[in-house]
């Protein structure tokens, strides 16, 4: 009855492991960074986030100056322009964090052209990795530069130049 069992596990195992699948992973990071219009949209998000906290730091500069006025004059100023004055600074900096979080919340403007520039760009790789997969018989593609953590990885699994290549993109620099 053990040998009975034994070949059938043997056996079990046998077939498990002709079924097994292939995978292999990539470094979107890599893939990413070797894509021009990518790196021109990052330069776009980037030039635009600076800006506009340029603007939101000139209006809370304007706020200090204001609340530093207020702090030096507020001995003199009567009950009712001493309340006005605090109103005035209050909606200001209720103005500023609306417009902070109206333009880098979670669904803010930062958030918006984000997707509007880099998702493109990033289906792109997507289905140049599917492709990729397919070519090669790939059941599992792993991401290493994501949150997965790969603790070891043999190169000749890593498809990141095959997809640059299935991208079409031509790139001079050596792989990091």
């Given amino acids: 009855m053990k040998k009975i069992l034994v070949l059938?596990?043997?056996?079990?195992?046998?077939?498990?492991?002709?079924?097994?699948?292939?995978?292999?992973?990539?470094?979107?990071?890599?893939?990413?960074?070797?894509?021009?219009?990518?790196?021109?949209?990052q330069e776009t998000l980037d030039k635009l986030a600076a800006d506009w906290q340029k603007e939101i730091d000139a209006k809370y500069a304007e706020i200090d100056k204001l609340y530093k006025a207020y702090q030096a004059d507020a001995l003199l100023l009567t009950e009712e322009i001493r309340k006005k004055r605090e109103n005035e600074i209050i909606n200001k900096e209720k103005e500023v964090r609306e417009l902070q979080k109206q333009r880098f919340g979670v669904d803010g403007e930062l958030f918006k052209k984000r997707q509007e520039l880099v998702k493109p760009i990033q289906d792109k790789v997507y289905n140049a990795i599917k492709a990729v997969a397919e070519k090669k018989?790939?059941?599992?593609?792993?991401?290493?530069?994501?949150?997965?953590?790969?603790?070891?990885?043999?190169?000749?699994?890593?498809?990141?130049?095959?997809?640059?290549?299935?991208?079409?993109?031509?790139?001079?620099?050596s792989k990091k």
């Fill in 137 to 173: 018989g790939i059941a599992f593609v792993f991401d290493k530069a994501g949150a997965v953590t790969l603790l070891y990885s043999n190169n000749k699994y890593d498809l990141s130049e095959e997809v640059i290549k299935e991208l079409g993109i031509n790139k001079n620099k």
């Fill in 8 to 41: 059938l596990i043997a056996s079990f195992l046998g077939v498990s492991m002709l079924h097994a699948q292939k995978t292999g992973y990539v470094d979107t990071d890599y893939i990413l960074n070797n894509i021009p219009e990518y790196k021109n949209a």
